[in-house]
T-cell receptor, first 114, second 113 residues
Framework: NAGVTQTPKFQVLKTGQSMTLQCAQD?????MYWYRQDPGMGLRLIYYSASEGTTDKGEVPNGYNVSRLNKREFSLRLESAAPSQTSVYFC?????????????FGSGTRLTVV | DQQVKQNSPSLSVQEGRISILNCDYT??????FLWYKKYPAEGPTFLIS?????DKNEDGRFTVFLNKSAKHLSLHIVPSQPGDSAVYFCAALGQGGSEKLVFGKGMKLTVNP
């Protein structure tokens, strides 16, 4: 089915380890986003990419890096994981500013840092 | 400072009754508002939206009302069904053309059979 695919679905890391969360969309969307969801905090934007080749910081970018590899793929990297990064991570995409503003979300990556 | 607020963390209603979910915002630059629905272990899915030039938008059992002067919007679900039980997020867009959505904290709706 068309949509946003995130891998992995679950991951446990030790403090200080690094990992990359992968995201790919097959809807030819221009914009892609990474959010984290924490209990009582809602969805907070980490980074976004308005178009291929551009990335910008969101509300909570510290401790993360991103790469917009091509139009389809947008990865999120944790260089040195910390327990505070335990969260559920969602990738999303949209057509961009000229769309009906609806985002399509992936099913999430549940990350635990011990 | 939170720009989109969903002050009630949860709501429980009986099947067949109306569910009213409220959302307030502080940024007058927001000009488009959306509701997302999220089931456990799934990503949020788009439910309904409203532009700031309107005060009401309907889609089947779902209606969103916008009161710009009060910076308040609400989602009405009539009649509520057990399958509507989920977390609902209010989101806003705008800020001078920005396409980044700003989400509220979410509200858990439980519809009892």
């Amino acid at each position: 089915n068309a949509g946003v695919t995130q891998t992995p679905k679950f991951q446990v890391l030790k403090t200080g380890q690094s990992m990359t969360l992968q995201c790919a969309q097959d809807m030819n969307h221009n914009s892609m986003y990474w959010y984290r969801q924490d209990p009582g905090m809602g969805l907070r934007l980490i980074y976004y990419s308005a178009s291929e080749g551009t990335t910008d910081k969101g509300e909570v970018p510290n401790g993360y890096n991103v790469s917009r590899l091509n139009k389809r793929e947008f990865s999120l990297r944790l260089e040195s994981a910390a327990p505070s990064q335990t969260s559920v991570y969602f990738c999303a995409s949209s057509r961009g500013a000229d769309s009906d503003y609806g985002y399509t979300f992936g099913s999430g990556t549940r990350l635990t840092v011990v | 400072d939170q720009q989109v607020k969903q002050n009630s963390p949860s709501l429980s209603v009986q099947e067949g009754r109306i569910s009213i979910l409220n959302c307030d915002y502080t940024n007058s630059m927001f000009d488009y508002f959306l509701w997302y629905k999220k089931y456990p272990a799934e990503g949020p899915t788009f439910l309904i939206s409203i532009s700031s030039i309107k005060d009401k938008n309907e889609d089947g059992r779902f209606t969103v009302f916008l009161n710009k002067s009060a910076k308040h919007l609400s989602l009405h679900i009539v009649p509520s069904q057990p399958g509507d039980s989920a977390v609902y997020f209010c989101a806003a867009l705008g800020q001078g053309g920005s396409e980044k959505l700003v989400f509220g904290k979410g509200m858990k709706l439980t519809v009892n059979p």
